[in-house]
């Protein structure tokens, strides 16, 4: 359903307030004057499967909101600031699947704010497998942490964002971004950007293994951190570039200098981006076959980390790879667009998930196993984006047809438990 208009109370497209268990999935809420979705003091709601494009202000915003599922949304060209924008002392939020691109601001910001009540902070918070890309104009960063503490953030793609990484520290929160885990990611900040990974302002206790860092600004790197963060700071198995900061981003370090000091002894230097990713020029972040990354980690990661970005497991070989991507091992099967009949449709594996993206207004998707026999249709989707949970089907190979008004579109997957 599309959505073009602010509805009756709120300069909003959609706007949940005082209500509990409500699910928002497959709207296309479009050039609205704040927020396409807005859910406020309200907590278990699911958005999910929805486009927010063009809106005032932010795609997807929550306040107050506990226990939220943000998903499987596609939030892009915020006039002003965010994607998705997560708020005011709510904890336990999970944020994944969600891509985000071309937002004045952040691609996701989390913002504990203390002075809207409450305790000014955000905790236990769950941020996984989320691209965001081409964010930062007007500043801010692909993945903002103000006051986000005891939380994870892994598997996460940021590219050719304009300004930070991920940024962990403390404006309006009540305390620093303290004790997260930040494993697996892969950031290649952009020529203008910012540091990859900013933490600062007493945000102590963080962890950051299995990450590519990458920075095409002239100085400005991969780690920067302040004094009062230093506090139980553990960061290893990285791939960066030549360039750190340990007073805040003053002024940088050489790698080797920075392993002095006792940080990332099993960090290397970045070889070249060719050398490192199959086209990164295209946006595709996937390891190459034998790079610096593959079986380059640690496993110090689990049980957060069990899987990539595509679903697949991990480790496929030896060790963990580092960043988002696990390089699979010659024979996995992995789901992937129809390669007799090429289509602009791109169908991958997330977790216990097939996701089918790039999809038109109108589209339908059907299912069958081995016997064809129908075990899933949808019709006349009204997303981009559309999400399968195989967890109720059986080991073995799945055909799919994506049927529009000109074209029908075959294609299959294998799921293995």
């Not at 104009?137 to 503490?149: E, K, P, T």
């Not at 086209?279 to 957060?304: E, F, K, M, N």
Request: net charge negative; glycine share 10%; aromatic share 10%.
């Amino acid at each position: 359903m599309s959505i073009t208009t602010e509805n009756s109370v709120t300069p909003d497209g959609i706007n949940i307030e005082n209500a509990d268990w409500v699910v928002i999935d497959n709207f296309y809420v479009v050039g609205i004057q704040r927020a396409g979705i807005r859910v406020a003091l309200s907590e278990h709601v699911v958005i999910k499967n929805n486009i927010c494009s063009h809106n005032g202000r932010w795609g997807i915003f929550m306040g107050f909101a506990d226990y939220a599922v943000i998903e499987n949304n596609l939030c892009m060209y915020s006039q002003q600031e965010h994607g998705i924008y997560f708020s005011n002392s709510a904890d336990h939020p999970i944020i994944r699947y969600n891509t985000c691109h071309h937002n004045n601001a952040n691609g996701i910001h989390m913002n504990g704010d203390e002075s809207m009540g409450g305790d000014g902070l955000i905790t236990d918070a769950t941020v996984e497998c989320n691209i965001i890309y081409e964010n930062g104009i007007g500043g801010g960063s692909g993945i903002n942490c103000d006051g986000v503490a005891e939380s994870r953030i892994f598997n996460n793609l940021l590219y050719m964002n304009h300004a930070s990484g991920i940024s962990l520290y403390c404006i309006d929160a009540s305390a620093g971004s303290y004790n997260n885990k930040i494993y697996n990611n892969t950031i290649i900040n952009a020529t203008d950007a910012r540091w990859c990974l900013n933490i600062n302002t007493d945000s102590y206790g963080d962890t950051v293994y299995n990450n590519i860092l990458i920075n095409l600004h002239p100085w400005r790197g991969s780690i920067s951190i302040d004094v009062s963060s230093l506090p139980d700071f553990w960061s290893d198995y990285n791939v960066l570039v030549n360039s750190m900061s340990n007073d805040g981003g003053n002024s940088a370090i050489t790698l080797a200098a920075w392993q002095v000091l006792g940080y990332d002894p099993h960090s290397m230097l970045a070889d070249p981006l060719d050398s490192l990713f199959a086209d990164w020029s295209s946006g595709d972040y996937h390891l190459r076959a034998g790079c610096q990354a593959t079986d380059s980690g640690t496993d110090q990661v689990l049980p957060i980390v069990q899987y990539d970005l595509d679903g697949v497991l991990r480790p496929q070989g030896l060790a963990f790879d580092i960043g988002v991507y696990e390089h699979p091992q010659t024979g996995i099967i992995r789901a992937g667009i129809n390669k007799v009949n090429p289509s602009p449709y791109r169908v991958y594996q997330q977790a216990q998930s097939i996701i089918f993206k790039n999809l038109n207004m109108g589209d339908g998707i059907a299912i069958f196993d081995l016997t064809g026999r129908n075990v899933h249709c949808a019709e006349n989707i009204t997303t981009g984006i559309y999400r399968v949970c195989t967890k109720s089907f059986s080991n073995g190979v799945y055909f799919y047809v994506i049927t529009s008004a000109q074209s029908s579109v075959p294609g299959k997957f294998v799921v293995i438990k």
